[in-house]
């Protein structure tokens, strides 16, 4: 279904899930379909398609604060992120419990294919806000700091809290140690800069700030040295063999190109995401807002609406036509408890009753006003079912 022209009384509030894509983006990897040529050939059609994969890089290192040469396309936020702890060679590995999955489950798998004795994985926890403490970090990495590698998330996808990555980073490099940065919540949300983070490596997705789906990147600090996932040909400096995606690229450099127009509407999106906050509290004061006191993404709210299901709830707003989320979307479909929410020591009935509403670039008042109606005449129906 295409949000942007089926049907306008459809409200889409789940852009960590993925945005919406941008028109120009659609019109971009639209022009580009019949574009000939592999980028690797050196005659003209070639040419033309390095060209545009070329121009792209700037876009996307222009959008992170980097060097051209120091990004690999990838294909999503999946793949760079298992990239940085394969390709690092990193004897420990030390993440927050809140990872993505695609965190957490790379690093498991290196445990089993590696072996036990080879690698070791260290969690740090998080306070009930869901705030990694740098200290923590520091403890975890020990004293062989050249044998580490830390990987924190900028922003979780689920609460949007932000973590404390310059100082983490900081006290990173003092030990010798490297850091990766899953950042794929960041673009459009907040301001992005590896430099003034101090990041080595760090994962972006197009489809997280209106790009394409299947197509991201990793950035690779120039002193960096990493291990390919894949070997075949020389593509991305051989660290990501095979044929480019070369219209996605495209779609995911015009984004880059228009992250700036989302952060100037910043104020206005959490204009939408704090009234909405304040009105579901004021019409039902059991409703829990997570991570509220933390630093937060403005476009992503987490809350619990109390006795009712977080599945049970996304397929009624769902029925009601505003799509929602529980929790962080998941391939299968089905709804798993967050182990982001269980992080944050709260009881299982607030983490089963939690659904996540996320903003973006096409978000408006209506949206608000609509998902409160909704949710009003959705809550007041299952009270009188059970209590008749
Ligand atoms: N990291 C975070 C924080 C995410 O939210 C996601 C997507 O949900 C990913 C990584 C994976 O990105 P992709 O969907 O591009 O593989």
Request: aromatic share 4%.
């Amino acid at each position: 279904m295409d949000v942007n022209e089926k049907d306008t009384q459809v409200v889409y509030l789940d852009y960590n899930a993925t945005s919406l894509i941008k028109p120009e983006v659609v019109k971009e990897m639209t022009s580009l379909l019949s574009l000939a040529g592999n980028p690797s050939s050196v005659h003209q059609f070639g040419r033309g398609a390095r060209d545009v994969i070329e121009t792209s890089r700037d876009r996307v290192a222009n959008m992170i604060g980097s060097q051209p040469d120091e990004i690999i396309f990838t294909g999503g936020g999946t793949e760079s992120n298992n990239m940085a702890l394969f390709g690092s060679g990193r004897k420990r590995i030390v993440l927050s419990v809140i990872e993505h999955p695609s965190i957490l489950e790379a690093a498991k798998s290196m445990l089993k294919y590696e072996g036990q004795g080879e690698r070791s994985i260290e969690f740090v926890s998080v306070d009930e806000n869901g705030v990694v403490d740098p200290s923590s970090v520091e403890k975890a990495i020990g004293s062989d700091g050249e044998n580490v590698l830390v990987s924190i998330m900028l922003a979780n996808n689920e609460t949007g809290v932000i973590q404390p990555i310059h100082e983490i980073a900081s006290l990173v490099k003092d030990r010798g140690a490297l850091i990766h940065c899953d950042a794929v919540q960041a673009p459009g949300r907040i301001p992005l800069d590896v430099k003034m983070l101090g990041i080595d490596l760090l994962s972006i997705s197009a489809h997280k700030f209106g790009g394409p789906k299947g197509v991201g990147a990793l950035f690779i600090s120039d002193n960096i040295t990493l291990n390919p996932l894949v070997t075949g040909g020389g593509q991305e400096r051989g660290l990501r063999p095979g044929t480019e995606n070369v219209i996605g690229i495209a779609g995911f450099g015009i984004a880059a190109d228009l992250v700036g127009q989302d952060l100037q509407n910043v104020g206005h999106i959490a204009k939408l995401r704090d009234s909405l906050e304040n009105k579901l509290c004021s019409l039902e004061p059991k409703v829990r807002v997570f991570s509220k006191d933390a630093k937060r993404l403005p476009n992503t709210t987490c809350l619990s609406m109390p006795g009712v299901q977080s599945e049970m709830q996304v397929m009624g707003l769902d029925l009601a036509g505003v799509a929602v989320s529980a929790g962080s979307a998941c391939s299968s479909g089905k709804v798993e408890p967050s182990h982001v929410l269980a992080a944050l020591g709260l009881p299982s009935e607030d983490v089963g009753c939690a659904i996540r509403i996320s903003f973006g670039w096409g978000s408006k008042k209506s949206d608000v006003e609509k998902l409160v109606s909704v949710w009003q005449a959705f809550y007041a129906g299952l009270s009188t079912r059970y209590s008749n």
